[in-house]
């Protein structure tokens, strides 16, 4: 017989209650319970990083992490990033400007990741944004824009800090 | 001027923000779950399938084997139909099967309320086989007494073609020359698009409805219907955002199967989810194709004569064939152009997994070994690489007797003289003359030339339908899909440009619903601007023709003395504006007397096409007894006519080179030779570069206006990955002096090879 | 959707010891990334899991009073590497943990689930062998505390008593002290990616950093679990810090390694790497501790 448990934690900044499968992802959480349909799926063994979401300040691949440990955590998916009034956040508008995006499927992920280490207006080499950027798959851009649009986020927010 | 400005992708807003809808997003989630029972042997008859267990599974609706399915064999390419039997496709498939011909092969479904349910129940089918005897590799499968794999091909020949010129057999007695021989070797590998191919469907009013992760739904359709043995119009295809590509989806998948299944269960709502790991052993692959080329020389390098063979290996069912063997084979003599010359392709079944299209269509391939050999050739004769291929290639003025393609503009070496300059390349040849030490560094070259789109081998045509609003914006469909590569955002150029419209006033309609998209055949052979790119132009040329003169009605102006430009009617004459396209589209679709909806649509076939070029330099550093290569430097040098969208055409060709340099020195599907089982279907033993395996990726362009395209476009989709592999490999050949003869240049094979050339 | 009968979540270590005594059969789950890939792939379907995720108490770095280093089970790969006493102390078992897939994997993977899977391409294995770790784990009759190289009984098989989870990592100051290692990690690519073979190498020079006091050299893959180089250990203990000893070790390294041919590598080749990769380990933690070759 399925189990259920009540998992309530904050979703972009949302307080958030739902009964869930204790056999579900988090994956599985968002994308069903909350509609949360920027969290990808492409591999759900945490081999990809569409998934991706910020739990607690860290991003984490949600495929392989149990819906029912979200209870009491604090998740940002994109859907998070864009501002209430529909403009984008400046790593997605950066995305957008540097043509880091082809077919979009990995692209939710690569930005969370880049929300979750430039929260802090670090300035990182460029081999540093690489290998934190090196759990996500692209088949499309050959990272190139990415890596560039990153990096452009990286810049802006350490003048503007 | 809107062509040629590096607008930002049209979808880019939504992209960004997650709202995207892609196939799986779309699908309502209580839809019922399909999965296949796939076999456990590479090569057998099915004798009994037990269903029992399975069905007593809670939460099973239905359990299906290869024995309930239609006795309708279907193709899966996605190629134009031919009327002519002699030109379609091989209908080589069954939805499941009785004859597994790969370790893999789909024998039976189960459709259950949800996915735990659904693969409980699949592991419970008990499937008894009679095992036969199976066969890997191409030439092995050629061999008399080899396990056959479908009845109609001897000898397990899918096709065997060959192109004769001159008379190599008299030409290869000139005095002198000298003999330079080898044998290339390609790998299996995925598209590895993050999006696995994913379809849903379920029943309305007596029709079959599926959505599909698809390149090409009208071809799709037609693949759904004949392997129901239903009229094709029953069938309604809706593809909306796809997460790449890269040819897996220019195939027909698992969509006719999921079609069936709704049959199966009433009609419900059926999802056939593929997992990663059924994309890489389910889905279709590269083409592992092992090349023999002979080549006679004079002492100046000149080509006196040349002998190629090709054995391509098919995996166990046909989908695109011998079209990717042939493909490459027509390549030889067209790049290096040679009087004599004689070349044979064989495309051969094995019980592998499928091969299909894929990004470069056999060019990726031919490239390499092509590319390979040259370096060889060079080597052997003491010739300079540079020197060497501006003086043998594709001469300018070459015209392609059977496509009538020309070679217009000095653009091989106009591409070189970019690439050398920025790689600095004659500086660090010379630098890397003579290393010793256990780190060395290298530098190669690679040609490239593309042959895009499919005319006159098959139909090349595109249809485009143009409906103005009341405002003057206008909606546009074609059939050429949005896969990532940014054709909306090309086709949104494309019309305004030649509409007179602001960029802004085109809505390009992204998904194709096949009841209401026109025609067109999808998204595949790097065609999509170049042939899509007629299709939008000839209707709106059309449109503009029409507009111009019902705008005759309300201006009393002879539409020759009239144009659109930025969306207003303008008198040439003058320069006046006349009215808007939003005061005229209102006024003719409200107008009692003379009432119109403004639209247009054409079909327009296309009976040319281009030759796109180009060149990659890489630059290596090897460290020998780590068996390592670290890519230091690469760019490539395209030559794709005018671009469109320099910013999008630059992104593509990154793309390709990611996906050149895993073809170059990492991915390999890798099969158990005692089971025939794929053993690295996941996408952690299976090596994808990630963003620490590669350098920057350096992409410039040179651009020679196509004389025979709409926008002056070639095509740019798939070259970009060709010529990448074997300008890694002639810089490693550069650092080591170990010529490697096949791909990918992985660790284990440097170890070998290293190994037997003493370098430890 | 996961294929599991029944979760059970323990928020402390007591409460975990319970659920084990009460299902035995149960399998533990901590970050999960071990455990959830093989429940997917059909390997664990259907068990029931322990979820230790929630016992905080086995969460982070401390020192304790005689100096022992004590990781607890459920640091994450990112949270060792990112801490500072693992910095001062044990810096390579921060690099090498930081070679783990990508960061998000490391975000999630414990140290703990890495030491239990039992593999040998762990990579926190061989640094932790070459270390001279203490495994602890705590049961129903206590505390038991394990070196590390009698908790490994063979491949995914370690010494886990029922009733018992692991608590902590320890590395006694005897071990650290005076003491750097680097590791090297040979991947067929540079992220994503499980070790082909790994080597972990420290050493303690003499005051004048002319001798190798003591060398210790680990590996995984080299062998069904994860080993020690004992035998080229004894063999260049006091030996003079130099180009001759490097290529020594390289040599007699082959002595203690046994490799297998697998689809991933043959034999042969992870011998060869093996070899250079103990030189190359040496070369580098000697000059971590100020020596020179
Ligand atoms: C995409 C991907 C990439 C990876 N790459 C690497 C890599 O590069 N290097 C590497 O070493 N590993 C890698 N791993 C494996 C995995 O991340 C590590 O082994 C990780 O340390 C496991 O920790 P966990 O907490 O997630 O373990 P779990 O999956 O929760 O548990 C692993 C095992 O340990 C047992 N266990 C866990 N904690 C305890 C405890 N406290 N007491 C008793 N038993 C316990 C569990 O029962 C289980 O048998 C990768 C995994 C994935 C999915
Ligand atoms: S879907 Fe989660 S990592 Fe691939
Ligand atoms: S944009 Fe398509 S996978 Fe990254």
């Not at chain 2, 809808?21 to 019922?32: F, M, N, V």
């Not at chain 2, 129940?121 to 191409?138: C, N, Q, R, S, W």
């Not at chain 2, 054995?311 to 046909?318: E, L, P, V």
């Not at chain 3, 270390?131 to 206590?142: K, S, V, Y």
Request: proline content about 3%.
């Amino acid at each position: 017989m399925a189990q259920y448990k009540l998992v309530t934690c904050t979703i972009n900044g949302k307080k958030r209650s739902a009964m869930v499968d204790v056999r579900a992802s988090l994956t599985d959480m968002l994308r069903n319970d909350y509609g949360l349909t920027s969290v990808k799926k492409g591999c759900e063994v945490g081999e990809c990083g569409a998934c991706a979401v910020i739990i607690d300040g860290e991003s984490f691949n949600s495929c392989i992490y149990l819906a029912i440990w979200a209870d009491g955590k604090n998740i940002t998916t994109l859907e998070g990033l864009t501002h209430e009034d529909g403009t984008l956040s400046d790593i997605q508008q950066a995305f957008v400007d540097e043509t880091a995006i082809q077919c979009g499927f990995c692209s939710p992920g690569f930005m969370i990741e880049a929300e979750s280490f430039l929260q802090n207006g670090k300035i990182y080499t460029d081999d540093e944004l690489r290998k934190l950027l090196s759990g996500h798959l692209c088949r499309c851009t050959g990272y190139e824009n990415i890596l560039r649009a990153v990096k452009k986020v990286m810049h802006s927010r350490a003048k503007t800090e | 001027m809107i062509v040629g400005k590096s607008y930002a992708r049209v979808d880019a807003y939504d992209k960004a923000s997650g709202r995207t809808k892609y196939t799986e997003d779309l699908c309502d989630r209580h839809a019922l779950v399909a999965k296949i029972k796939h076999s456990n042997v590479a090569h057998a008859i099915v004798k009994s399938v037990d269903i029992s267990e399975a069905e007593k599974v809670p939460g099973v609706v239905k359990v299906l084997t290869c024995f309930d399915a239609p006795d309708c064999l279907f193709p899966t390419a996605g190629h134009p139909w031919s009327t002519e039997e002699s030109h379609q496709d091989i209908c080589d498939r069954n939805v499941l099967t009785k004859h597994v011909r790969y370790y893999g092969d789909d024998v039976a479904a189960v459709i259950a309320e949800d996915d735990i349910a659904a693969n409980r129940a699949i592991k419970l089918i008990k499937v008894e086989y009679e095992v036969l005897p199976f066969v890997l590799d191409a030439q092995e499968a050629m061999k008399d007494g080899a396990p056959q794999l479908h009845e109609k091909y001897k000898n397990n020949v899918l096709a065997h073609t060959q192109i004769k010129k001159g008379n190599y057999e008299e030409a290869i007695k000139e005095p002198g020359l000298i003999k330079v021989e080898g044998w290339y070797e390609t790998p299996t590998v995925q598209h590895c698009h993050i999006e696995n191919a994913i379809c849903y469907a379920w029943e309305d009013n007596g029709r079959i409805y599926v959505t599909a992760s698809t390149q090409i739904p009208h071809i799709t359709k037609r693949c759904i219907a004949q392997a129901l043995g239903v009229e094709w119009g029953k069938i309604r295809l809706f593809k909306p955002y796809i997460g790449g590509g890269f040819g897996n989806k220019q195939d027909a998948l698992y969509e006719p199967l999921c079609a069936w299944l709704t049959t199966q269960v009433g009609g419900r709502l059926v999802k056939l989810d593929c997992q990663r790991e059924e994309t890489f052993a389910n889905n279709r692959v590269r083409h592992a194709i092992r090349y023999h080329i002979i080549s006679w020389l004079r002492d100046d390098g000149t080509l006196a004569a040349r002998k190629v063979e090709c054995f391509s290996n098919q995996g166990a069912y046909a989908s695109h064939g011998h079209s990717i063997c042939a493909k490459g084979l027509g390549s030889f003599n067209q790049l290096y152009p040679c009087e004599n010359f004689e070349g044979d392709g064989w495309t051969i079944f094995t019980n592998r997994q499928v091969a299909g299209a894929m990004r470069g269509y056999g060019m990726p391939q031919a490239v390499f070994a092509v590319e390979a050999h040259t370096e060889d050739i060079c080597t052997k004769l003491n010739l300079d690489p540079i020197e060497y291929r501006r003086k043998t290639v594709m001469p300018v003025g070459y015209v392609d007797a059977f496509s009538k393609n020309e070679l217009y503009s000095d653009t091989f070496n106009q591409c070189l003289d970019k690439g050398i300059k920025y790689i600095d390349f004659e500086r660090k040849r010379k630098e890397y003359a003579n290393q010793t030490g256990d780190v060395r560094r290298g530098i190669g070259v690679s040609l490239l030339w593309y042959n895009t789109a499919v005319w006159p081998i098959a139909l090349e045509t595109s249809s485009c339908r143009m409906v103005m609003n009341q405002d003057g914006s206008i909606q546009v469909q074609v059939g050429e899909t949005e896969i990532g590569q940014g054709a909306d955002t090309a086709y949104t150029q494309m019309a305004a440009e030649t509409l007179g419209l602001p960029f802004e006033k085109v809505h390009v309609v992204s998904c194709q619903d096949t009841d209401v998209t026109p025609f067109g055949t999808g998204a595949y052979a790097s065609r999509q601007t170049y042939t899509a790119g007629m299709g939008v132009r000839g209707c709106a040329e059309a449109f503009k023709q029409h507009i111009l003169e019902v705008a005759y009605r309300y201006t009393r102006m002879q539409p020759y003395l009239m144009d659109i430009k930025d969306g207003n009617i303008v008198r040439t004459t003058d320069g006046r504006v006349l009215m808007t396209l939003g005061e005229l589209a209102t006024k003719t679709l409200y107008d009692r007397e003379h009432n119109e909806h403004l639209t247009m649509e054409k079909t327009t076939q296309i009976k040319s096409n281009a030759y796109s070029f180009g060149c990659c330099f890489a630059e290596v550093e090897v460290d020998i007894p780590m068996c390592q290569v670290k890519l230091l430097n690469i760019i490539n040098v395209h030559d794709a006519g005018i671009l469109i969208n320099p910013a999008l055409a630059e992104a593509q060709v990154h793309g390709g080179m990611s996906m050149g340099i895993g073809f170059a020195l990492s991915e390999k599907m890798l099969y158990d030779e005692k089971t025939g089982k794929l053993l690295n279907g996941n996408l952690l033993d299976y090596k994808l570069s990630t963003m620490m395996d590669h350098p920057h990726l350096e992409a410039q362009f040179v651009e020679n206006a196509e004389p025979t395209s709409a926008y002056g476009t070639k095509g740019l989709g798939e070259p970009p990955v060709c010529p990448v592999s074997s300008a890694i490999r002639n810089a490693i050949l550069n650092a080591t002096g170990v010529a490697f003869n096949e791909l990918p240049i992985r660790p284990h094979l440097m170890y070998e090879k290293f190994s037997q050339a003493g370098l430890f | 959707m996961y294929d599991v009968e029944a979760i059970y979540e323990a928020k402390t270590v007591a409460e975990a010891i319970k659920l084990r005594q009460e299902h035995p059969k149960a399998v533990i789950i901590a970050g999960g990334s071990d455990v959830l890939i093989k429940i997917r792939e059909g390997k664990l379907a259907g068990c029931e899991l322990i979820s230790i995720y929630g016992v905080d108490e086995i969460r982070g770095v401390k020192l304790e009073d005689d100096g022992t280093l004590r990781i607890g089970s459920l640091t994450s790969f990112s949270h060792i590497t990112k801490n500072e006493l693992i910095q001062k102390y044990i810096n390579v078992l921060g690099e090498a943990v930081d070679k783990v897939g990508g960061p998000q994997i490391r975000a999630i993977g414990t140290i703990g689930g890495n030491t239990c899977n039992g593999v040998t391409s762990a990579d926190s294995a061989s640094t932790l062998m070459a270390w001279d770790a203490i495994i602890e784990l705590t049961g129903p009759e206590g505390v038991r505390r394990v070196p590390i190289e009698k908790f490994y009984l063979g491949a995914g098989k370690v010494d886990i008593h029922e009733g018992e989870i692991q608590t902590g990592v320890l590395i006694p100051k005897t071990s650290y002290e005076n003491c750097k290692g680097h590791y090297i990690k040979y991947g067929m690519r540079n992220a994503m990616e499980i070790a082909t073979t790994g080597c972990s190498v420290n050493v303690r020079l003499s005051p004048d950093k002319k001798i190798v006091e003591r060398l210790r050299i680990g590996y995984g893959v080299a062998a069904p679990v994860p080993i020690r180089a004992h035998k080229t250990e004894e063999k260049f203990n006091s030996a003079p810090v130099s180009m001759q000893t490097a290529e020594g070790i390289s040599k007699a390294v082959l002595e203690d390694v046994n490799p297998r041919d697998s689809w991933r590598a043959s034999k042969d080749m992870r011998l060869h790497l093996c070899s250079e990769m103990a030189k190359r380990a040496f070369i580098e933690a000697v000059r971590l501790c100020g020596g020179e070759i």
